[in-house]
Antibody, heavy 123, light 107 residues
Framework: QLQLQESGPGLVKPSETLSLTCTVS??????????WGWIRQPPGKGLEWIGS???????FYNPSLKSRVTISVDTSENQFSLKLSSVTAADTAVYFC???????????????WGQGTLVTVSS | DIQMTQFPTSLSASVGDRVTIACRAS??????LNWYQQKPGKAPKLLIY???SLQRGVPSRFSGSGSGTDFTLTISSLQPEDFATYFC?????????FGQGTSLGIK
């Protein structure tokens, strides 16, 4: 059974870079038909897709965050990572990693998800 | 960006009730529509993908319908474990966007 687990600092200072890693277990990150992605949820609010990546690279991002986001993949470690630069309090959220399933010429959905990790931006 | 609007934003219902949650897209998204369930402190869980395909392991009391701009999630007979928040999500265009959520509580 595929499982995803986020890891990284729970507290980041304003203007610094948030860095998280998602470790995939129970399956290969190099599988076809699957992308890998990050979604966040500010406390008490809705869900925002941050970006996704295929195992060969070529990430794609939410335009609203594109200037500050980098997503990368490490197939040797079965991991993918998120970096979000110049963070502010507005970036405080639970960050989820998830597999983005891609079938039948572009139909995509997120499943499964990691448990999520709360990142607080504060000095 | 495609805006996804859910209604109602919250509702109260009783065990055994039939419940319908609506989701409207700001433009046509064909059938690129998925539904998730989220319980407090947990990650969202996929219920339905491509409008009406039930994810493996999800009870058959959940169903989805719609196309274009208007979609619905129906729970035919509410069970205690169904009280949660439900989100729709479009995958027609980047950025992928979610509805604001519908909180389903106990009456």
């Amino acid at each position: 059974q595929l499982q995803l687990q986020e890891s990284g600092p729970g507290l980041v200072k304003p203007s610094e870079t948030l860095s998280l890693t998602c470790t995939v277990s129970g399956g290969s990150i190099s599988s076809t038909n699957y992308y890998w992605g990050w979604i966040r949820q500010p406390p008490g609010k809705g869900l925002e897709w941050i970006g996704s990546i295929y195992y060969t690279g070529s990430p794609f991002y939410n335009p609203s965050l594109k200037s500050r986001v980098t997503i990368s993949v490490d197939t040797s470690e079965n991991q993918f990572s998120l970096k979000l630069s110049s963070v502010t309090a507005a970036d405080t959220a639970v960050y989820f990693c998830a597999r983005l399933n891609d079938f039948w010429s572009g139909y995509r959905w997120f499943d499964p998800w990691g448990q999520g990790t709360l990142v607080t931006v504060s000095s | 960006d495609i805006q996804m609007t859910q209604f109602p934003t919250s509702l109260s219902a009783s065990v055994g009730d039939r419940v319908t949650i609506a989701c409207r897209a700001s433009q046509s998204i064909g059938n690129y529509l998925n539904w998730y369930q989220q319980k407090p402190g947990k990650a969202p869980k996929l219920l339905i993908y491509v409008v009406s395909s039930l994810q493996r392991g999800v009870p058959s009391r959940f169903s989805g319908s719609g196309s274009g701009t208007d979609f619905t999630l129906t729970i035919s007979s509410l069970q205690p474990e169904d009280f949660a928040t439900y989100f729709c999500q479009q995958s027609y265009n980047i950025p992928y966007t979610f509805g604001q959520g519908t909180s389903l509580g106990i009456k």
